[in-house]
């Protein structure tokens, strides 16, 4: 494998300007990411595209570039317009941590700069802006912490990795195996239906709305360019649990899970896991991503780092008057009620009329 230079060995490079270009039209973006060491897949164009066709964004990036023209740092963001939440810029929607995109030999002269493109954007536009990232060189920003962020390391020897998880996941994932558990993997359309009614059943027993079907579809072209998997365990040739993974460059992200409440008592959420991260071992990765969880979620936050994941907390940026309010109190509890309460289509019904706002 290749090695990448380490930032020691880089003399940085001094930002000289800024560019705001399209970056799903520009090919210079794409070639920027794919050739940035620790670029998120939230970032790569596949992934604006899909909220673009599904929620009609329209987007844009922030460059920073050097005196060769090239880009050393640079943000992606959606412009979104709603009567509900407001007009803003988000830096993404559906995407838990989303990082700027930052060359190897970026200097810190890159961060004020950008910094100051976005403060001057916030002026002209008149619109807030929300940064999936801490990023406190910005001017008046607010930077909040309200989410944890695990990432378990990762090595090519995948039985290793999977000794460090806990006793009791350990345990839980050779009963999987020994109660006859199995698992396959994913890709196509008939993999995220599979994916998907679960999906249903899951947010109707949390009270939560759903994807909108087209959503969770469209991220058959996503896999179609080596961006990630379904991985479906079964029981008694019948789907109990699958699991949506995203996987670019040297990271795998887990992004959606869903079981059948009726067999979690065979643990097939932590065998899905424990595949998923031998899979990353096995194609050289070397961050297995578990995404955002809320800071109250105490009990989902200990299965995370059962897997000897590491627990760090996840900031988020806001270019505005106020802080958005955690949650909707009242609002959340009436939703949930009626999810749970109402037949499955319900929550399919919120999530289509709610999710592109929320994003």
């Known amino acids: 494998m ?23 039209a520009d090919p210079r ?7 940035t060491p620790g670029a998120s897949v939230f970032a790569h164009p596949a992934w604006l595209e899909l909220l673009t066709r599904c929620y009609r964004y329209e987007f844009s990036a922030l460059c920073a570039t050097g005196d ?17 939440t407001g007009r803003r810029l988000v830096s993404l929607p559906f995407s838990d941590f989303c990082p700027p995109v930052r060359a190897v030999d970026a200097g810190p002269d890159a961060d004020f700069r950008l910094a100051d493109a976005l403060a001057d954007l916030r002026r002209s536009s008149g619109l807030k802006v929300e940064i999936h990232d801490a990023f406190p060189q910005i001017e008046g920003a607010h930077v909040v912490s309200r989410f944890f962020l695990h990432r378990l390391e990762l090595e090519n020897d995948a039985d290793a990795v999977l000794r460090r998880a806990s006793k009791s996941q350990k345990s839980s994932r050779t009963k999987a195996r020994r109660e006859g558990v199995t ?13 998907y009614g679960l999906h249903l059943r899951t947010r109707r027993r949390l009270g939560v709305p759903t994807q909108p079907r087209r959503f969770i579809r469209a991220f058959e072209q996503l896999f ?26 040297d990271t795998t992200v887990y992004k959606y899970g869903a079981s059948d409440e009726r067999h979690l008592g065979l643990r097939p959420n932590n065998l899905v896991l424990a595949e998923a991260i031998r899979t990353a071992c096995e194609s050289g990765h070397t961050t297995f ?10 009990g989902l936050a200990a299965f995370k780092r059962s897997f000897g ?5 996840l900031s988020y940026t806001y270019l505005a008057d106020d802080v958005p309010a955690e949650g909707h109190g009242r609002l ?13 289509w319900t929550g399919q019904a919120i999530g289509s009329a709610l999710y592109r706002h929320v994003g």
């Open 183 to 195: 698992t396959r993997v994913g890709t196509d359309r008939a993999a995220l239906d599979t994916f």
């Open 289 to 298: 991503d578990f995404g955002r969880t809320d800071a109250t979620n105490d």
């Open 68 to 84: 060769d023209g090239e880009f050393v740092l640079g943000m992606p963001l959606a412009r979104v317009e709603s009567r509900l």
């Open 309 to 313: 994941a590491a627990e760090r907390e």
């Open 2 to 24: 290749k090695s990448i230079p380490t930032a020691k060995a880089i003399a940085p490079t001094a930002a000289r300007s800024i560019e705001h270009l399209d970056p799903i």
């Open 332 to 344: 959340d509890k009436v939703l949930a009620g009626v999810i749970q309460r109402g037949p499955q």
């Open 29 to 35: 973006w794409a070639r920027f990411v794919d050739a």
């Open 224 to 249: 179609a360019r080596g961006l990630g998997y379904v991985l479906i365990a079964d029981y008694q040739g019948q789907p109990i649990a699958a699991a949506v993974f995203l996987t670019f460059a």
